[in-house]
């Protein structure tokens, strides 16, 4: 893939629940000057415009809070993964909530538009409600079901009002199949998103289940199930991870997830592969952080692994 790094802020939080995390990417920032981390000097970034004054305006579509900003979102975030294609960039993205990972896959469809993309969600969620289920409303519970056109009908508890309907519509992209999706470390599923998984067979890799396999084990079954895919994408929630070893800093913490030494190998070892498009870090969120910056700057190493990792592993190539 490419040679060049670019960092993209992506400061929306249009899909949480709780506000912050679109402070997540300035905590990076400033953990990064505190610790004296070159990251941000030796790597391009820029900050992608974002529609957060709409937290302060009245809710249109409650079971879709806010879509009509996502809808823009998505675009703005589609856009600039079609210009890191265009201009050779490997883009590295550090976002506010996990809504606009939609609009990632959005964009990658839109850069490798004949080729199938393959996808490592490492996150506590599914993320796999629809209008259709969603006990929130909140976005942030949905860009999967988005990226793979999922409706989930069977499961159905809410009455779509047509124009939620036809916002909903505009956030699927079918950018990846079923098939071609790796949970790992989700922990926290309700029934409408597990009858999902099980209906499309979706490869879930628990956190006992890597311990009792081994991050290597791990690793090598990610790289055989996405064999066939002609790229990759792998997107970070930090709750994924432990929150009693790392901080509550984060919208939806869960016990149980990833030690900061697992993530570190497990991220590490995707990083190695050759069919890598993108990479995202979502959910950081400095005001809920019960450690002061500590999520911030665990995110930080583990995003500075990543760019290390690339860059040794371009070199080999």
Not at 176 to 201: F, I, N, Q
Not at 284 to 309: G, S, V
Request: glycine letters at 6%.
């Amino acid at each position: 893939m490419s040679k060049i790094i670019q960092i993209l802020f992506n400061p929306s939080e249009l899909g949480a629940g709780t506000r912050g995390s679109s402070l997540g990417p300035l905590a990076i920032q400033s953990a990064a000057r505190d610790a004296g981390n070159p990251l941000f000097s030796e790597v391009p970034w820029k900050t992608l415009p974002e529609n957060n004054h709409l937290l302060d305006r009245p809710i249109r579509f409650p079971l879709a809070k806010r879509i009509d900003g996502m809808i823009e979102v998505y675009q703005r975030v589609s856009n600039a993964l079609l210009s890191c294609k265009e201009n050779h960039q490997f883009p590295l993205l550090i976002s506010g909530d996990h809504a606009s990972a939609g609009g990632t896959l959005m964009g990658l469809k839109k850069a490798y538009a004949n080729q199938r993309i393959g996808v490592v969600w490492i996150d506590a969620h599914a993320d796999l409600h629809s209008p259709y289920t969603t006990p929130s409303g909140n976005l942030h519970g949905m860009p999967l079901a988005a990226a793979m056109g999922i409706d989930n009908l069977p499961c159905q508890k809410n009455q779509v009002d047509l124009e939620t309907s036809v916002q909903w519509n505009k956030l699927k992209s079918r950018a990846v199949l079923p098939s071609d999706l790796v949970y790992v470390g989700v922990r926290s599923t309700e029934p409408e998103e597990e009858a999902v998984m099980k209906a499309e067979h979706i490869t879930h890799i628990t956190v006992p289940k890597l311990r009792e396999m081994g991050l290597q084990a791990t690793l090598m079954t990610i790289f055989d199930q996405l064999k066939k895919c002609d790229l990759w994408y792998v997107s970070f929630d930090v709750d994924s991870m432990d929150p009693e070893e790392t901080s509550y800093g984060t919208g939806t913490p869960v016990p149980g997830g990833l030690s900061i030494e697992e993530a570190r190998q497990l991220l590490v070892g995707l990083c190695t592969s050759p069919k890598l498009a993108a990479l995202e870090f979502v959910e950081i969120n400095p005001l809920l952080d019960n450690k002061k910056n500590t999520m911030a700057e665990i995110a930080l190493d583990l995003i500075t692994a990543c760019k290390n990792t690339l860059l040794d592993s371009w070199k080999k190539a």
